[in-house]
């Protein structure tokens, strides 16, 4: 069966600090992956998605970088964290054609 | 760009009561509809999809029904009980992998 993991599930971080959040998926091949965030009260705002290895497509523009070195892995990156960067980010991913069903269990960011 | 609504914001019902939420989509050019429960600090889990070419979805006591030409899909639940609380979202998968949601409808069952 496939799963998908993230982590850490929480993080507190200082404004200017780096940032790397870690997505896996097992149990498929050639998923496409994304990373959306949440933030308090809005619903969630797509960042990236990539639909292969080292193919990344960024919906807004943003302090935050994202990375796909390998099939089944996304990482989320900041070099400097603004306060604006909190919130709760979900890993997600679908099959080729499909669209994004199986979300990460998320990671709590609070930039202070 | 496409702009989905839900409402209400926030629903509390006595245990028992049949729950109605709503969603709204602006772009009627979708591929599928998808409601999803969110429980606090968590990742989403996937209740029910709709096809764009469907009417309706049913699992268990979720029922979701889709008006596509008008921009809208209703989430039913029925006899609600305290498992139930939580957020639920509606996202719309209407451009290649453009998965828009709404704000969310969080519901309080109380026993």
């Known amino acids: 069966s496939q799963t998908i993991h993230q982590w850490p599930a929480t993080l507190v971080q200082p404004v200017g600090s780096p940032l790397s959040l870690e997505c896996t998926v097992e149990?498929?091949?050639?998923?496409?992956l994304y990373w959306y965030r949440q933030a308090a009260g809005r619903g969630l705002q797509l960042l990236f998605y990539?639909?292969?290895?080292?193919?990344i497509s960024s919906e807004v523009p943003q302090n935050l970088s994202a990375s796909r070195p390998q099939d089944r892995q996304f990482i989320l990156s900041s070099k400097k964290l603004l306060l604006s960067d909190s919130g709760f980010y979900l890993c997600?991913?679908?099959?080729?054609?499909?669209?994004?069903?199986?979300f990460g269990p998320g990671t709590r960011l609070t930039v202070l | 760009k496409q702009e989905v609504t839900q409402i209400p914001a926030a629903l509390s019902v006595p245990e028992g009561e049949n729950l109605v939420l709503n969603c709204s989509f602006t772009d009627s050019a979708i591929y599928n509809l998808q409601w999803f429960r969110q429980d606090p600090g968590k990742g989403l889990t996937s209740l029910l999809l709709?096809?764009?070419?469907?009417r309706e979805q049913t699992s268990g006591r979720l029922n979701a029904s889709l008006d596509k030409s008008s921009g809208r899909s209703t989430l039913y639940i029925a006899a609600s009980q305290p498992g139930d609380s939580a957020t639920y979202l509606c996202a719309v998968f209407s451009n290649d992998y453009k998965l828009s949601f709404g704000a969310g409808t969080t519901v309080t069952v109380r026993a």
């Open positions: 997600a991913w679908s099959v080729q054609e499909g669209s994004p069903k199986f």
């Open positions: 709709i096809q764009s070419s469907q």
């Open positions: 149990g498929t091949s050639n998923p496409n």
């Open positions: 990539s639909v292969g290895i080292g193919q």
